[in-house]
T-cell receptor, first 114, second 111 residues
Framework: DTGVSQDPRHKITKRGQNVTFRCDPISEHNRLYWYRQTLGQGPEFLTYFQNEAQLEKSRLLSDRFSAERPKGSFSTLEIQRTEQGDSAMYLC????????????FGAGSRLTVL | SQQGEEDPQALSIQEGENATMNCSYKTSINNLQWYRQNSGRGLVHLILIRSNEREKHSGRLRVTLDTSKKSSSLLITASRAADTASYFCATDALSREKLTFGTGTRLTIIP
């Protein structure tokens, strides 16, 4: 499979619990992005990595959110002490050098916080 | 925050008709892209137009860009039921790596 993979596809959790999402980008892509999308809205930028370096973080990314890309390959997005407002689709995308930021998206991880 | 606004928010047309959706954005850009999203799925890249281009074609897609008005349009000709999806424009502001997406147009093709 040469696409972007996200796991899990669906996660239902209780308020206050921690959740972690994983993204496996296309192997030759050095840039990896996390976006959040709520119903009826466009994706909102959360954070971006070039290789293992986290180069930009949105103000949307509160201190309860942390993202890592330890070896410049897969990435994880952790949300601590989840709140109902965190319910959304979390989208991962990757892009390669010289591709003018054309993003290849995964299918997303849908989070429901009860 | 959303950089772009798509217009209309929702559009329903008969199969075979042409669909036009518009996007307006706020800052100077390097390029503008259009993506499609089927319900509950990830986004798929459709077409990219650079800031020094005015029009671009790809199959049944035609994109225009007017940087003086900070606006773009996406035309889908001879629509098919499979074109039913949400369509988003996305821009990268100068010297920025991230893409900022608009609010989307939800297109429904009626068979």
């Amino acid at each position: 499979d040469t696409g972007v993979s996200q796991d899990p596809r669906h996660k239902i959790t209780k308020r206050g619990q921690n959740v972690t999402f994983r993204c496996d980008p296309i192997s030759e892509h050095n840039r990896l992005y996390w976006y959040r999308q709520t119903l009826g809205q466009g994706p909102e930028f959360l954070t971006y990595f070039q290789n293992e370096a986290q180069l930009e973080k949105s103000r949307l990314l509160s201190d309860r959110f942390s993202a890592e890309r330890p070896k410049g390959s897969f990435s994880t997005l952790e949300i601590q002490r989840t709140e109902q407002g965190d319910s959304a689709m979390y989208l991962c995308a990757s892009s390669g050098e010289g591709r003018a930021n054309v993003l290849t998206f995964g299918a997303g991880s849908r989070l429901t916080v009860l | 925050s959303q950089q772009g606004e798509e217009d209309p928010q929702a559009l329903s047309i008969q199969e075979g008709e042409n669909a036009t959706m518009n996007c307006s954005y706020k800052t100077s850009i390097n390029n503008l892209q259009w993506y499609r999203q089927n319900s509950g799925r990830g986004l798929v890249h459709l077409i990219l137009i650079r800031s020094n281009e005015r029009e671009k074609h790809s199959g049944r897609l035609r994109v225009t860009l007017d940087t003086s008005k900070k606006s773009s349009s996406l035309l889908i000709t001879a629509s098919r039921a499979a074109d039913t999806a949400s369509y988003f424009c996305a821009t990268d502001a100068l010297s920025r790596e991230k893409l900022t997406f608009g609010t989307g147009t939800r297109l429904t093709i009626i068979p």
